[in-house]
């Protein structure tokens, strides 16, 4: 621990000599053009990487993983987002120290005094725990802690969260970040292609009756045996297989952490399995009038795909109406 202690301060000095902006020219390739947010945040996780060896794809993971958890709370509060770069935001007990009397402490003396997680890591003489370098520098450091292998910082970051969850999706969004080397990875996708006929309308909320009442969590697209379903987003496949209700289903999970949910197909793409990344417009299977039963029962109704979106911030999955969401990526595809 030492000795890590003293890298960490060698890093921090070389940090202070190279200024925020500055270090952005040394950076490694940065993401293809577009935001230039997105751009200058790829630009700091490099910078890290470089001084402390973490890979920057976790760090983007987690990133990404904190400001999904926040997105609820702020769409109730009505907030605007933070000037900030990243979203990486440490609580002030585990910043502090759980004893400290000053929960607003940016002296890096007294935050290790009481065993804090706080330090400086731009060089100006304060933890501030709202400066991106000094959240990630102490962020760094923790992990850090419990090695520098990939099983390492995984075990660092269920000290962390102390959650199994969020492990998997810090890792999930990691691998993605580490197949196409930046964070660009909005796009979207309308699940079926524009050369077939489909019809849909919004049918959120409706009454379902088999297997209990329960309401419709999703929207129904019609279409005839063996239309293809493609990916709506940049995600990992999370289940693929038999769910009585939903039939052949697929699960992805996206990079804003929310579940796109497949359902009622008559086969799988050749090969698709759990782990799988996959991306906008990517073939997953084909529509069917599978569910309702055991494994293989099927044409209990029309042929169509069931579509839910589910997303997660901290508890269990919550369904959201993709209605609106599938018009929006209808209209984009119709104009490229």
Known sequence: MRVFRLIIQISLCVA?????????????????????????????????????????????AIDQYERTMKIRKKQAKNEKSSSRLTDIDIPWERWCGVFNPDEEDTNPVSIQ????????????????????????TSLIHYLSAYGFSHDD??????SYYQRDRSVKTIRQFAQVYGKYQHLQLEARHFPI?????????????????????????????????????????????????????????????DMGNVYHYFAHLS??????????????????????????????TAGKFPPH????????????DWAFDPYPYLRRWERQERKR
């Open 267 to 296: 086969s799988f793409k050749k090969g698709l399995k759990p782990g799988d990344i996959v991306e906008p417009g990517q073939l997953l299977g084909y529509i069917g009038s599978s569910g309702y039963g055991r494994p293989g």
């Open 305 to 316: 795909l069931h579509y839910g979106m589910y997303r997660e911030t901290g508890g269990a």
């Open 113 to 136: 005094f009481f065993d804090g997680m706080g330090m400086d890591g731009d060089g100006d003489g304060k933890a501030d725990r709202n400066n991106d370098l000094d959240a990630l």
């Open 153 to 158: 910082w995984q075990i660092g970051l269920w």
């Open 193 to 253: 292609p524009p050369r077939y006929e489909y019809s849909y309308r919004s049918t959120w909320g409706s009454a379902r009756g088999w297997g209990g009442r329960r309401i419709h969590e999703g929207t129904d697209i019609f279409a005839g045996y063996g239309t293809p379903v493609l990916s709506t987003a940049y995600g990992v496949i999370e289940v693929i297989g038999w769910n009585r209700y939903g039939g052949w289903r697929i699960g992805m999970r």
């Open 16 to 60: 202070a000599v190279i200024s925020p902006m500055e270090s952005v020219a040394w950076a490694a390739p940065s993401a293809p053009k577009g935001d230039p947010l997105l751009q200058a945040r790829l630009q700091l996780f490099q910078r890290m990487e470089s001084l402390y060896g973490i890979p920057w794809t976790y760090l983007a």
